[in-house]
């Protein structure tokens, strides 16, 4: 028996996974691409096996991560006759990480509750090398009792937990207010740096201009350097910057909330994927503004 199930190795899972073990956790793993579990398992020998499929990872242990990318993978994972909700039972317990709507996130803990397990929501602020650092935020909800079972894991995974109450469906409703703001400050920085260039001025130097003033952020210094070097290896990849603003504006549409700036944003995106950026980072999302 493992002490924990991970499904899905992806950008984000790899690092999350790789803190358990270093945590010393001993993991099941599941993920699509069977060569991806492979050689996560050879690089920790000892620690890690790989399930075949995602019911068979859940059966073995405890405790579930689920760190899967849209909420069509969630579905395809999630709800397969061998996936994860098909081995749920009385005292499983269930942690989904992803970025889904607070609708998926509530339906899938009812499923889960249903069936006598338990689930917790806990989407993620934080990319690639904090989810590899160990410094992760998680915005919570649902299962106190889970919470309070799965927090040195999420301690190892991350620098804060944030809990909302029992109610899923709240840690992704920040969730996504959290990723509008980004979504938005993106195309604004993406804008300003095609204006800067267009206007026959260096990229570089407006960056350095907004590094030194008020505006000055992590966000701002390394996706300004990635935006004018056009260095676009996924962190964050664009079409999941884009799902988010998708499902930010809807939960406005839903409570009759204007967003006409996340609206806009939101565009710009949609421009940047259908010209092919969306398995870039989402700072390519600059390819869209610039002429
Ligand atoms: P990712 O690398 O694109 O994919 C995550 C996982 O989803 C992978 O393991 C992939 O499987 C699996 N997957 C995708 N489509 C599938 C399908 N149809 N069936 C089965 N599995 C499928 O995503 P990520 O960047 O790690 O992000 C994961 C989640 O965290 C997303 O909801 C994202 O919005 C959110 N998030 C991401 C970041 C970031 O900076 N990357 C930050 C915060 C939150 P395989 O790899 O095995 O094919």
New binding site residues.
Partial sequence: MADVAFI??????VGMADNLAKAGRKLVVW???AA?ARAFADAHPGAVEVAPTAAHAVRTAPLTYC????L??ST??FDAPDGVLAAVGPGKCVVD????TPERMAEMAAAVRAKGGKFLEA??????KP?ADGQLIFLTAGDADLLEAARPDLDAMGKATHYYGADVGAGSRMKLCVNMTMGVQIAALAEGIALCEASGLSGDAFVEVLKQGAMSSPLIAGKGAAMVGRQYA????LE?AQ??LRFAVAAGDKLGLALPVAAASNELFKRARAAGNGGDDCCAVVEAARK
């Fill in positions: 899905g190795l992806g950008i984000m899972g993920t699509r691409d991806k760190m899967l990318s849209t069509e993978a395809a994972v990480c992803a970025t889904l989407p993620v602020s934080g990319s690639k989810a996924p962190q964050f990849p999941h799902k988010d």
